[in-house]
């Protein structure tokens, strides 16, 4: 991929994004931005980049929380900062985030292995599972957190253990 491609397919997505401000949720307007076709061919190799771009935002933000409380020393969790890594991402690119979770409700076959691995970072960047665990009970834990993040403001008590009431029931 030349320069000029990837600053063409950089712009499409730009300007399918502003486009999906209007309605997130909605159908993704693919087919109202110019070149769209041309650069990606279909929605779902547009949402796969689409989320490529959602993991690079998110991977720094782990990169520099998780870094940050390293320097502190810990316990070897970070909940905290990844809990404020994601809703700090999902914050700022809240029509990204709402357009790739429509995503994967219209497309699952296509988008649902990029959300599970979404889920499998999550998880082990916390510290709630561990590498070693199979990669479906990594990304259920790590669905099970983005569900709490999702549910509300920070929590004021410990979130590991309520992950852990939250989890309970499905074991």
């Given at each position: 991929?030349?320069?000029?491609d990837f600053y063409r397919?950089?712009?499409?997505?730009?300007?399918?994004?502003r486009r999906a401000r209007r309605d997130?949720?909605?159908?993704?307007?693919?087919a109202e931005v110019p070149g769209a076709t041309g650069m990606f061919g279909t929605e779902t190799d547009l949402l796969l980049a689409l989320h490529h771009r959602w993991s690079l935002l998110?991977?720094?933000?782990?990169?520099?929380?998780?870094?940050?409380?390293?320097?502190?020393?810990?316990?070897?969790?970070?909940?905290?900062?990844?809990?404020?890594?994601?809703?700090?991402?999902?914050e700022q690119h809240?029509?990204?985030?709402?357009?790739?979770?429509?995503?994967?409700?219209?497309?699952?076959?296509?988008?649902?292995?990029?959300?599970?691995?979404?889920h499998r970072m999550l998880?082990?960047?916390a510290g709630l599972a561990e590498p070693g665990e199979p990669a479906a009970e990594?990304?259920?834990?790590?669905?099970?957190?983005?569900?709490?993040?999702?549910?509300?403001?920070a929590p004021r008590r410990n979130p590991v253990g309520q992950l852990l009431r939250r989890l309970t029931p499905s074991v």
């Open positions: 991929m030349s320069w000029d397919r950089r712009d499409v997505m730009d300007a399918v994004l997130p949720a909605g159908p993704l307007p693919f998110l991977a720094g933000r782990l990169r520099a929380a998780i870094g940050d409380a390293a320097d502190v020393g810990g316990d070897g969790t970070h909940v905290d900062e990844v809990s404020r890594a994601w809703r700090a991402t999902a809240s029509t990204l985030r709402a357009v790739l979770d429509a995503g994967v409700g219209r497309y699952p076959a296509e988008l649902l292995p990029v959300h599970e691995a979404e998880a082990l960047a990594t990304a259920r834990i790590g669905g099970a957190f983005v569900a709490l993040l999702r549910a509300g403001p």
